[in-house]
């Protein structure tokens, strides 16, 4: 399973993108698929994660400017970011959780490279 993410860029602060991750490979469906960030010298941390129910949850200091939401038919999930703030500058890296079959029912967590999200003026 590959995870092609895009959409980052340099955006000023009050502005704002639109993140995508698509999943391709051999995989019959995906469970939760979510966004992280890592800023410089920081851990990673949940920005967002949505089921394939479509029940959301956010990361509090994204609430009310940030929305995730997923096309199951297309395997892609979106972040759209707005308001952004010099704080929102990070990597974001999405992932996705792909039950299998092995001996019995098990889940693999697949990431994405990352794409770079800078607000500056």
């Known amino acids: 399973v590959q995870l092609q993410a895009s959409g980052g860029g340099l955006v000023q602060p009050g502005g704002s993108l639109r993140l995508s991750c698509a999943a391709s490979?051999?995989?019959?469906?995906?469970?939760?698929m979510g966004w992280y960030r890592q800023a410089p010298g920081k851990q990673r941390d949940l920005v967002a994660s949505i089921t394939s129910a479509g029940k959301i949850v956010y990361a509090d200091s994204v609430k009310g400017r940030f929305t995730i939401s997923r096309d199951n038919a297309k395997n892609t999930v979106y972040l759209q970011l707005n308001s952004l703030e010099p704080e929102d500058t990070a990597v974001y890296y999405c992932?996705?959780?792909?039950?299998?079959?092995?001996?019995?029912?098990?889940?693999?967590?697949?990431w994405g490279q990352g794409t770079l999200v800078t607000v500056s003026s």
């Open positions: 992932n996705a959780a792909v039950p299998y079959w092995s001996s019995s029912l098990s889940v693999a967590t697949y």
């Open positions: 490979g051999s995989f019959v469906s995906i469970n939760d």
